[in-house]
């Protein structure tokens, strides 16, 4: 197991914004900054009906932006919204190892959020960091799908 994060974070994978409503901020988007949707998907465990952006001039979709929407008057998105409007809620790095990355940053006394990972967008398995151990940064872990 790695002891430290030293090759294990590859990308910025995404920088996620709560919103409301999650087709007007689809269209605001579109309209104003030219990001088109990749991908839509509602994960009833987080409690979030999401989409992913990218800029058209990046065609892998290197990193992307998350418009999270709440499903749920109980989940953190729509704590965070009653909290703080909406807003930059998660920073997202891209991991090859989420399990090696989260034993990293335990090993340094961050506080992970998950004792294991969990199911994050497109199957991919993910964790976070506690934003009060990560400079008030939500922090997300994302291992992208095989
Ligand atoms: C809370 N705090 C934040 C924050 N949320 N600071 C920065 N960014 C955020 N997003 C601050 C609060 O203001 C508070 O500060 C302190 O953290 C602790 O707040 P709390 O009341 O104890 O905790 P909660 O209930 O607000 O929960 C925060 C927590 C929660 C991060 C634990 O949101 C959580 O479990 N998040 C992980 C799951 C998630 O975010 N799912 C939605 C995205 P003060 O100073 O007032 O003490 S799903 C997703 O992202 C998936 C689909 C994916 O990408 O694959």
């Keep these: 197991m790695h002891s430290e994060l030293s090759g294990l974070v590859t990308a910025?994978?995404?920088v996620g914004i709560a919103v409301a409503d999650l087709d007007a901020a689809i269209e605001f988007?579109?309209?104003t900054f030219g990001l088109e949707v990749t991908h839509s998907e509602i994960n009833e465990e987080q409690g979030v009906h999401e989409?992913?952006?990218r800029a058209p001039g990046?065609?892998?979709?290197a990193t992307q932006i998350q418009l999270l929407a709440p499903l749920r008057p109980d989940s953190a998105i729509a704590k965070f919204l009653e909290r703080n409007n909406p807003g930059l809620q998660q920073l997202a790095f891209r991991v090859t190892d989420v399990e090696a990355a989260s034993a990293a940053l335990r090993a340094k006394g961050l506080r992970l959020l998950y004792?294991?990972?969990?199911?994050?967008?497109?199957?991919?398995r993910i964790n976070f960091v506690h934003p009060k151990d990560a400079g008030g940064v939500l922090v997300e872990l994302v291992e992208p799908a095989a």
């Design 12 to 14: 910025i994978d995404h």
């Design 58 to 61: 990046d065609a892998a979709g």
């Design 115 to 124: 004792d294991s990972p969990r199911r994050g967008t497109a199957d991919s």
């Design 51 to 53: 989409a992913m952006l």
């Design 29 to 31: 988007q579109r309209s």
